[in-house]
């Protein structure tokens, strides 16, 4: 019998122990499914961030670092300038990435890190319980916007992917999603490129992944795939918003 | 200093709530009016009730990019006139250290709620510990001295959360509420009284902001615009806040100062509570959560007819070293139980003159008080 679905090699046969409905899982997936497909897991390191995702070294074949608070990026900067033959990929959440970490990401991208990096918004702190993100929508409710997020008292939602875009040093800069199986492809396509980015050293590979978070948004899964599209994307629009091509390596 | 006695804002009465929050409610009563956090486990219900209160009482409240931005933000907000607070748990604690040196340096009132978890570092985020307590008095660079305080129950976070602004507006300083998960996440009953005292900032815009002229005294603190032609900065600086980075006096001068401020004022900032110490020829030491199990366990070693007692420690910094030597002159053995590897055992050590025994406990769980009987039997 043929086999049509199989786990990655890169993927431990670990149970996930996300909520119901949460996107880190198929998010790990796909990861994996890339690290496979470059063949680099024997040269892999990540580094990851504090949030739900600190558990990525239950559900990968590979070395990871847990990086202080927001810091992954300065981390991965020290691993791959000691190891530039090392494929190193990081993976943060939005609290992580987009708020105590803001200055690490724009200075790695800044610096043209040969870094890949998997940004997961799910539009809430949720290891921590749901509270207010950088990224979090104008009018959604959380603990520490109980009122609904209003501009006036907690700014906009933050749009890492159009900002990275901006900087020379970033090679390659999307936003996906993976609500649907059409949505699912276009992600692995992304990721892939956010890879071959660094294989091929044209600086930061940036994938911005929208999620979802059905526990902290208060939601049954359904529900919280189906705002991924109503609410999510009209602001998040997703896409390519940078690919350097061939020749114009870094 | 101006004092006031304001209304309460809960109603007056019983309360069940956690000390999270009454830490919230305490500062809240005693006229908090800005808050700026990061949410970081164990505290972040401190955060979240901020966020839901202030805006009710049209006071205000910032969400910031990290710790280092709700310090700072913090400290502006006092500048500007307001009474200012965050509050965070060890790894956020750390990134505040830079600030909290800047505070100490620019005589910035101001709180911050330290509620404790197992460290080092990320350690174990729900999980207890009062591994900070060190980092509270030393963690920034340089001589200065933070007053620290050291609540045991949902009712001192109530209380202290108001003291704790008081202290800071009397003495110019920035305070700590070095409180415990445990305590944190405390549920308990707690009495609001009827009104609370709010000892109000001194302020004298003709008068010298950053010296005077009694080598401790404490400055009265204009805020901007108040027409003070203010310039706060953390160099050296003259009494009147011009940076002075290269003259020796004046730096000298300002150190000093701002150490003895408080100590000399030991006596007045310094509180204990004795627990059963009239008889006592053995006594435990202790503070936060740690003094609850040891007040159990003094009840129980009395009931085996030993003459146990227990100093409580409310205040950490400045150390109430005066209460300690006292004690160690009226008991054979003072006992000290802490839940990280000896931290204030040092300090009692230095002030007891009678023999310390200390037991540690780094395993993220509260002191259990049958683990005090038995330890404390052995070693008396
Ligand atoms: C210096 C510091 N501040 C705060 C925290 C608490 N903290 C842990 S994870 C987290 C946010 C996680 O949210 P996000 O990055 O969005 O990831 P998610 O859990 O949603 O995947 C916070 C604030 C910490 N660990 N360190």
Redesign the interface.
């Known amino acids: 019998m043929k086999p049509v679905f199989v786990r990655p090699q890169s993927l431990t046969d670990k149970p996930f122990h996300f909520c119901p409905g949460c996107h880190h899982g198929v998010i790990h997936r796909l990861v994996a499914e890339a690290i496979d497909r470059f063949g680099v897991r024997e040269r892999t390191i990540a580094a990851a961030s ?1 949030g739900c995702s600190v558990f990525l070294y239950d559900y990968f074949d590979i070395d990871v670092v ?1 990086s ?3 810091r992954a990026p300065a981390v991965a900067t020290g691993i791959k300038r000691t190891n530039p033959d090392k494929f190193v990929f990081i993976y943060q959440g939005d ?1 992580d990435l987009a ?2 970490g ?1 200055a690490e990401i724009i200075h790695a991208a800044n610096r043209g890190e040969n870094l890949t990096v998997v940004f997961v918004n799910n539009t809430v ?1 949720g290891m ?2 749901g ?2 993100a ?1 990224t979090t929508l104008l009018g959604q409710p959380t ?5 609904g997020r209003e501009f006036g ?2 700014g906009y939602p933050i749009k890492m992917t159009e900002m990275l875009a901006q900087l020379e040093g970033v090679g390659f800069a999307a936003r996906v999603a993976v609500d649907t199986p059409a949505r699912l492809a276009q992600a692995r396509k992304a990721v892939f490129r956010a890879f071959e980015t660094q294989l091929e050293e044209k600086g930061m590979g940036f994938v911005e992944i929208l999620s979802s978070c059905p526990t902290n948004w208060g939601m049954k899964p359904l529900e919280a795939v189906r705002r991924i599209e109503r609410e999510m994307i009209p602001y998040f629009p997703l896409g390519v918003y940078k690919e350097r091509k061939g020749s114009d390596a870094l | 200093m101006p004092t006031e006695t304001v209304k309460s804002l809960l109603t007056p009465g019983t309360h069940y709530m956690s000390g999270n929050e009454a830490v919230a409610e305490g500062a809240l009563a005693a006229g908090c009016d800005f808050y700026a956090g ?4 164990p505290s ?1 219900e401190i ?2 009730h901020m ?2 209160r202030l ?1 009710e009482l049209g006071r205000r ?1 910032a ?1 910031m ?3 280092i931005a709700s310090v700072c933000a913090v400290i502006g907000a006092s500048w500007a006139g307001a009474r200012a607070m965050t509050a965070t748990s060890g ?1 956020g604690f750390s990134l505040m250290m830079e600030a909290l040196g800047y505070a100490a340096f620019t005589e910035t009132p101001m709180v911050i709620v330290d509620v404790q978890r197992a460290g080092p ?2 350690g174990q985020a729900t999980r207890v510990g009062a591994g900070d307590v060190m980092q509270a008095k030393w963690g920034s660079h340089g001589d200065y001295q933070p007053v620290a305080l050291s609540p045991w129950s949902a009712q001192e976070m109530y209380d202290m959360g108001g003291e704790a602004f008081n202290l800071a507006e009397r003495y110019r300083v920035p305070v700590i509420v070095l409180a415990e998960e445990a305590v944190g996440h405390l549920y308990e009953r707690i009495d609001v009284p009827p009104s609370t005292r709010v000892v109000r900032r001194e302020r004298d815009p003709g008068a010298a902001p950053f010296g005077t002229k009694e080598p401790d005294g404490v400055p009265p603190m204009p805020a901007f615009g108040d027409g003070a032609l203010l310039l706060v900065t953390g160099s050296t600086h003259d009494p009147r806040g011009f940076r002075r980075t290269e003259d020796p006096d004046v730096h000298r001068r300002l150190v000093e100062r701002l150490s003895r401020k408080i100590l000399a004022r030991r006596s007045e900032i310094c509180r204990t509570e004795a627990h059963l110490l009239e008889d006592a020829e053995a006594a435990f030491v202790a503070y936060g959560f740690t003094a609850r199990s040891a007040l159990e366990a003094v009840r129980q070693l009395r009931a085996q007819g030993r003459r146990v007692g227990l100093l409580r420690l409310q205040t950490l910094w400045p150390f109430p070293r005066e209460a300690v030597a006292d004690l160690g002159r009226r008991v054979c053995r003072i006992l000290v139980p802490e839940m990280n590897l000896g931290q204030v055992e040092g300090e009692v050590r230095k002030a007891a003159g009678c023999p310390v025994a200390t037991y540690h406990q780094v395993d993220g769980q509260v002191i259990h008080p049958d683990a005090l009987v038995s330890w404390a039997l052995e070693v008396t």
Request: aromatic letters at 10%.
């Open positions: 504090v847990e202080p608070h927001g609290g708020a105590i803001t702190y921590t319980g509270q207010m950088p603990t520490t916007s109980p009122y008292q907690d | 990061y949410p970081i486990t972040s955060m979240e966020a839901r805006p409240f969400q990019e990290d710790e790894p570092c990320t």
